[in-house]
């Protein structure tokens, strides 16, 4: 006669929460997917999404509703915070040699500055631009504000020959 020994329950290793922002390499907001529980509750504690259970089932739509009219708002500023940037022209100066060799270069950093400059924050991850500027000329650098909005600055960049 063979002894049938109870099995110990595990942990489900995923939990579904629904996310309460655009997150890369997971989802967009108001989806509902399944996490790893770690991922999940570091999410969690970052006010990203909600977790999802027996007792806040109910609550979903409640929920959806609230932060679809904070997102709202969000993309208007965005829009906003787009025209106010595309209206801008960055002008700025490369060091030249009198043998065409070129001494400094255009990188997100001056982009950047010149946006503090004008009360615009971005990170870097934002701006759209591959390589520094190290040549003279008219460049459009598109900004990634988040939400599918893009803004486009203007660069003028001039040479200023040292000897």
């Known amino acids: 006669m063979k002894i ?8 489900e290793k995923k939990i579904p929460v629904m996310l309460t922002d655009d997150i890369k390499n997971v989802g967009k907001y108001g989806e509902i997917v399944k996490l790893k529980r770690g991922f999940a509750l570091y999410l ?4 990203r ?3 999802i259970n027996k007792n806040n089932k109910d609550k979903l739509e409640f929920f959806k509703e609230l932060n679809q009219k904070r997102l709202e708002k969000k993309k208007e ?8 940037i595309e209206t801008l022209t960055f002008t700025t100066y490369l060091k030249i040699g009198s ?3 070129v001494y400094n270069s255009i990188s997100k950093n001056d982009i950047i500055s010149f946006l503090k400059k004008e009360n ?3 990170n870097k ?15 459009n650098i598109n900004i990634n504000l988040g939400f599918d909005i893009k803004a486009n600055l203007k660069i003028r960049v001039k040479e200023n020959i040292v000897n």
């Open 44 to 47: 969690f504690r970052l006010q």
């Open 49 to 51: 999404c909600i977790i």
């Open 120 to 122: 615009i924050n971005i």
């Open 125 to 139: 991850n934002q701006i759209e631009l591959d390589s520094p500027i190290k040549e003279p000329g008219i460049f």
């Open 4 to 11: 049938k020994i109870a099995k110990k329950k595990k942990k």
């Open 77 to 84: 500023i965005l829009k906003e915070l787009k025209e106010k």
């Open 99 to 101: 043998n065409k060799e």
